[in-house]
């Protein structure tokens, strides 16, 4: 009886792992957030805003308390440069963002970039606009220089954007290299961490391509608008093989530093119907 009972416990044991097991493959393969994840997500961002602030009040008081032993002249002009540059950097991106006709055509949506991990610098980012803001899946989030990837994960206040040089198999982007009147189809195959520059694959040799043809979103099988800024072409090779061309992007945003963002909605008769929720 005793042998009995224990393996019934087994059992059960078994079937809770089988179980646990099924429901983290879903979750992977689901793009669509459920209620306790986007809970979590939320939180985990407001958690990084409530953290970060005091964190730069303490690091800013530091920073005072050590300038202050330093003439008050040198800290007056040392701090009237820092503002200056900074004004100037703000103006620049200011002026960037009133030409930006990209996204002109759409109501477009601004937000800030709130957390980062170091370990997917170059993958992720998560930004402070959420479902209640109008953010859907698949948006193509922007800033004033072009297209930075897009959105992936959406929560109540806060969504998660994959960017155009993570190297997964969604980063897969469809673009036109624009050589003239005519466009050439191509799709990203990864992102060169040494060159900072994507690569775009297995194009036809008989294809003409030069340094500096512009980059854009071609709007075919990704579900991006089309013609959204990505680049321009640095470099045209042939592949190991000598069978295709191999073309160098050099991306019109700094991924590296990204701080403020724009969304792009879409009208709802342009979206495909499974992408829409």
Not at 9 to 14: R, Y
Not at 24 to 31: H, K, T, V, W
Not at 33 to 56: A, C, L, T
Request: contains cysteine; glycine residues 6%.
């Amino acid at each position: 009886m005793q042998k009995f009972f224990k393996n019934n416990k087994l059992i059960v044991v078994f079937c809770a792992i089988i179980v646990f097991i099924a429901l983290i493959g879903l979750s992977i393969r689901s793009q669509t957030q459920s209620p306790p994840e986007q809970y979590v997500g939320d939180s985990v961002s407001f958690g990084q805003r409530v953290i970060s602030y005091p964190v730069n009040f303490v690091t800013g008081a530091i920073n005072s308390i050590f300038s202050s032993s330093k003439t008050t002249d040198n800290k007056t002009i040392k701090e009237l440069e820092a503002k200056n540059e900074k004004l100037e950097a703000e103006n620049k991106d200011l002026k960037k963002e009133l030409h930006m006709s990209d996204v002109s055509k759409y109501d477009a949506i601004s937000g800030a970039v709130i957390a980062r991990n170091p370990d997917q610098w170059m993958n992720t980012v998560i930004i402070d606009k959420g479902k209640k803001a109008g953010v859907g899946n698949n948006m193509a989030v922007m800033t004033a220089d072009g297209l930075i990837g897009r959105v992936t994960k959406v929560n109540q206040f806060s969504s998660q954007v994959d960017l155009i040089s993570t190297n997964t198999r969604t980063g897969k982007l469809s673009v036109n290299i624009q050589h003239g009147s005519s466009n050439v189809f191509g799709l990203i195959d990864h992102f060169d961490k040494k060159s900072q520059e994507l690569i775009i694959s297995n194009i036809n040799n008989k294809e003409k391509i030069s340094k500096g043809d512009k980059v854009v979103t071609s709007g075919l099988a990704d579900q991006l608008p089309s013609d959204l800024y990505i680049g321009e072409v640095t470099k045209v090779e042939n592949d190991e093989y000598g069978l295709a061309k191999e073309v160098r992007v050099k991306t019109g945003a700094n991924l590296s530093q990204i701080n403020h963002v724009y969304i792009a909605k879409r009208d709802a008769k342009t979206v495909p119907e499974e992408s829409r929720e």
